[in-house]
């Protein structure tokens, strides 16, 4: 792991490792900078459940590429390390870290249950060191790697444009999740549209499959670079 500086509250997004924040067993959460400061920002999480980790290839990926001009990459390898590396969907206390977002957020379940929310909105150190680095660093674009249903969720606006681009490009199929029509709050995406723009804001979900190839791995990071270039 890095040795970085870990702040909570203003972060110095001019450097090229940021910390932001520990785990709730005290592992590091960082960011990576990549690319042209002060281009479009592009901002990927690897992993917020931590038994879906395959993001954590891409993110690997992203990192040996030639960054398009005019795109300034964030990479979040884990916001959920001890997911990682417990091999839990939820943190060390047991939450769905992508259920305790503060938009919307509700009350589901208790400790042991899959979507448990958490005691409150943002309950959790890694929501808020995520909260904090989104509302400072405002992406122009960002996504989270989840497994395995294998789609994209259609949106409206630039951000459906973007999330049908983003299919198009890497063969997920544009889909509704998880049977539809179920009620999911405190979710890191929706929040993020939210402090991003209400509008324009692209915050979206990209659901890999159960394994990744190697070939997988690399459509994807061209994908982001490509709806990075295209925003
Ligand atoms: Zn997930």
């Given at each position: 792991?890095?040795?970085?500086?870990l702040v909570?509250?203003?972060?110095?997004?001019?450097?090229?490792?940021?910390?932001?924040?520990?785990?709730?067993?005290?592992?590091?959460?960082?960011?990576?900078?990549?690319?042209?400061?002060?281009?479009?920002?592009?901002?990927?999480?690897?992993?917020?459940?931590?038994?879906?980790?395959?993001?954590?290839?891409?993110?690997?990926?992203?990192?040996?590429?030639?960054?398009?001009?005019?795109?300034?990459?964030?990479?979040?390898?884990?916001?959920?390390?001890?997911?990682?590396?417990?091999?839990?969907?939820?943190?060390?206390?047991?939450?769905?870290?992508?259920?305790?977002?503060?938009?919307?957020?509700?009350?589901?379940?208790?400790?042991?249950?899959?979507?448990?929310?958490?005691?409150?909105?943002?309950?959790?150190?890694?929501?808020?060191?995520?909260?904090?680095?989104?509302?400072?660093?405002?992406?122009?674009?960002?996504?989270?790697?989840?497994?395995?249903?294998?789609?994209?969720i259609?949106?409206?606006?630039?951000?459906?444009?973007?999330r049908?681009?983003?299919?198009?490009?890497?063969?997920?199929?544009?889909?509704?999740?998880?049977?539809?029509?179920?009620?999911?709050?405190?979710?890191?995406?929706?929040?993020?549209?939210?402090?991003?723009?209400?509008?324009?804001?692209?915050?979206?979900?990209?659901?890999?499959?159960?394994?990744?190839?190697?070939?997988?791995?690399?459509?994807?990071?061209?994908?982001?670079?490509?709806?990075?270039?295209e925003?």
């Amino acid at each position: 792991m890095p040795t970085v500086p870990l702040v909570a509250g203003p972060l110095d997004l001019d450097n090229d490792l940021v910390g932001l924040g520990f785990s709730s067993e005290g592992r590091p959460i960082f960011a990576e900078r990549y690319g042209t400061p002060g281009g479009r920002r592009v901002l990927v999480v690897g992993v917020i459940h931590g038994n879906e980790d395959d993001g954590l290839k891409i993110v690997d990926e992203l990192r040996q590429r030639d960054i398009p001009d005019d795109i300034e990459l964030w990479l979040v390898e884990s916001m959920n390390p001890d997911g990682v590396a417990n091999q839990d969907r939820h943190n060390s206390n047991d939450v769905d870290l992508n259920r305790n977002f503060p938009y919307k957020w509700g009350p589901i379940g208790e400790p042991g249950d899959s979507q448990y929310a958490g005691v409150g909105p943002a309950s959790e150190p890694e929501t808020q060191g995520m909260v904090n680095y989104i509302e400072q660093l405002q992406p122009d674009i960002a996504l989270w790697y989840h497994q395995d249903a294998y789609l994209v969720i259609p949106s409206t606006g630039r951000d459906g444009r973007i999330r049908a681009r983003y299919a198009e490009l890497t063969g997920l199929p544009l889909a509704d999740c998880c049977g539809g029509g179920g009620i999911y709050t405190g979710i890191a995406a929706t929040w993020a549209r939210q402090e991003l723009a209400p509008v324009e804001g692209v915050a979206f979900i990209v659901e890999l499959g159960g394994t990744t190839s190697a070939a997988e791995v690399t459509t994807h990071a061209d994908a982001v670079l490509t709806i990075g270039v295209e925003g």
